[in-house]
């Protein structure tokens, strides 16, 4: 897609949230007026929502190609910087021979490295294709939650991440001249302990078709891998139960009485008046029950489903309390504060955790043990080559003042 194709989407956004909110505001007219002369204006909205969710999932499918990139970029450089350097050179020298002799095949004397390079297959190890690869992959993409990107993220050197809560006061007070002054309390700190988990997966080629194959197969395995790591892990950091896996950060205990006030182990939590309704000044109570320190740092986080819903609230005037963002990378605003999806969240109904506003650089920590590790077995299945590849990551709540629930009744 062409800079001025992205451009042009964006600017769909701006144009279609518009046409939206003069649609609504027509059908909730028309309502009032009469029932039956709304469903003109109910179909035109319906239209308009679709123009927007589409642009609206055009930037976050930007967004998350970006983030995919990243993660695929960086562990393929270091391999690259070290494997390519003498492939590129005998190829190279291979390509210049195959040219003096008017690209006759038959005419040309390679030497052993030459011919590696120059092979029509692929090497498992690394060789390059002389014949071009017509046409593309299509690939989907898939969704997730962008969790690592917004939580504190560690390497550590062993199997568990041990922290402290410093989370209890000191006993202090005003006392007279001559008062006697008794022993005050003394604060205690508490452990945070998060466990490293592993995933892994362990795909079979056939040799023939790895000999054959017209691109990097082990390479495209490879790429698969990080993609389905970071999806596993994304779905963990927002809902895992913390049974050989992370615990996510709606799978803790939602204490629902006095939830602007801390407890360790527990996320304050608003429950809505209704199971599948959420209303404006409910979420104005959630964004209060936060402390104004985290704030600033904050993102209310729900799925695009929730989304679609909250985009109809308004406030006591009229406002949508819902605002797109116009900019690639920026977030969308509600009530003043950045939003994030996360598709790993549920629905709007009964029960459940739709809804949450953190600081979740503050909240949650990720612990990273092991990155991808690859191990290639030619022998143990043959006639298939097996590509054991393994990560290992931790991850759970450090901050429970930092973080509210959204609860439906």
């Excluded at 518009?18 to 002369?37: I, M, T, V």
């Excluded at 599948?276 to 729900?302: S, V």
């Excluded at 116009?326 to 605003?333: I, L, N, T």
Aim: proline share 4%; charged share 25%; glycine share 8%.
């Amino acid at each position: 897609m062409s800079a001025e194709e992205i451009k042009t989407q964006i600017d769909q956004i701006g144009q279609s949230w518009e046409e939206y909110k003069k649609a609504n505001d027509g059908r909730l007219e028309q309502l009032e007026k009469s029932q039956g002369q709304a469903a003109e204006e109910t179909a035109k909205l319906e239209r308009i929502e679709g123009d927007l969710k589409a642009a609206l999932d055009l930037k976050k499918q930007l967004e998350d190609t970006q983030a995919a990139v990243k993660r695929i970029s960086a562990l393929d450089a270091q391999e690259k910087k070290e494997q390519g350097s003498e492939e590129l050179k005998a190829y190279a020298s291979g390509l210049k021979k195959l040219a003096m002799a008017n690209y006759k095949e038959h005419a040309v004397q390679y030497t052993d490295a030459e011919k590696k390079a120059m092979s029509s297959n692929i090497d498992p190890q690394g060789g390059y294709s002389v014949q071009p690869f017509f046409g593309s992959t299509e690939s989907i993409i898939f969704d997730t939650s962008p969790v690592r990107n917004l939580a504190t993220v560690t390497n550590i050197g062993t199997n568990e991440y041990i922290g402290y809560y410093d989370d209890d006061e000191l006993g202090a007070g005003w006392v007279g001249e001559t008062a006697s002054r008794p022993t005050t309390a003394t604060p205690e700190i508490g452990q945070l302990r998060i466990p490293v988990n592993e995933m892994y997966c362990n795909p079979a080629i056939t040799e023939n078709l790895l000999e054959d194959s017209s691109f990097n197969l082990p390479a495209w395995i490879r790429e698969k891998a990080v993609d389905k790591f970071g999806r596993l892990e994304a779905t963990a950091f927002v809902s895992g139960d913390g049974v050989s896996k992370p615990r996510g950060l709606i799978s803790y205990t939602a204490k629902t009485t006095n939830p602007g006030v801390y407890a360790r182990d527990q996320v304050g939590a608003l429950t809505t008046a209704g199971a599948t309704a959420i209303t404006t000044d409910e979420m104005i109570q959630l964004r209060q029950y936060l402390k104004p320190a985290y704030r600033g740092n904050a993102y209310f986080a729900y799925n695009r489903n929730t989304e679609g819903y909250i985009r109809r609230l308004k406030d006591g005037q009229g406002n949508y309390i819902w605002q797109p963002s116009y900019q690639m990378g920026e977030a969308d605003m509600l009530l003043g504060q950045r939003t994030v999806i996360f598709e790993d969240m549920p629905d709007i109904a009964t029960g459940a955790i739709a809804v949450m506003i953190a600081d979740f650089r503050k909240t949650y920590q990720i612990v990273d043990r092991v990155g991808l590790s690859i191990l290639e077995d030619p022998y143990s299945a043959k006639p298939y080559r097996t590509f054991y590849m393994r990560r290992r990551v931790g991850g759970g709540i450090k901050n429970f003042d930092s973080i509210k629930y959204l609860v439906q009744a």
